[in-house]
């Protein structure tokens, strides 16, 4: 068995490969971490869970970023072209706000989208900042 386990506030943790057997008691236990404790592993503002993923298998990616500075953020997904194909943040945010959000594979449409080199544009009033990420089946 798989179990997800998710929290608001806390990065959702999927744990795999779980026995569990007849007639017997069965006790999983789950760690979850918080936004604040995943951003904080980063000397930068913006931080990825993972740098590959995979939908398929129930995973999804995790995206932080750490406002320092009130402003209007972005976080926006672009496929390889540099064609936008996801839009996470766009909001006028306070100083000292955490924002965590996750990608599941899809589009702003909802169609699932390729295997793939994805790029994670970071923007906020301090500027931008790309990261790379894969998605896999």
């Known amino acids: 068995y798989s179990v997800r386990a998710s929290a608001s506030g806390y990065l959702p943790r999927i744990t795999t490969e779980i026995e569990i057997l007849p007639k017997q008691k069965s006790r999983?236990?789950?760690q979850l971490v918080s936004a604040?404790?995943?951003?904080q592993t980063s000397s930068k503002d913006s931080r990825l869970n993972k740098n590959t993923f995979n939908p398929g298998k129930g995973e999804n990616l995790v995206v932080g970023y750490r406002v320092k500075t009130s402003g209007v953020y972005k976080i926006t997904i672009h496929g390889i072209t540099g064609m936008a194909v996801k839009t996470l943040v766009n909001e006028t945010l306070p100083a000292g706000s955490d924002i965590m959000k996750e990608w599941d594979g899809r589009g702003d449409d909802g169609a699932e989208l390729r295997v793939g080199i994805y790029i994670i544009s970071f923007e906020g009033p301090g500027g931008r900042e790309l990261k790379k990420v894969i998605l896999s089946k």
């Open 36 to 39: 604040t404790d995943f951003l």
């Open 28 to 30: 999983v236990e789950i």
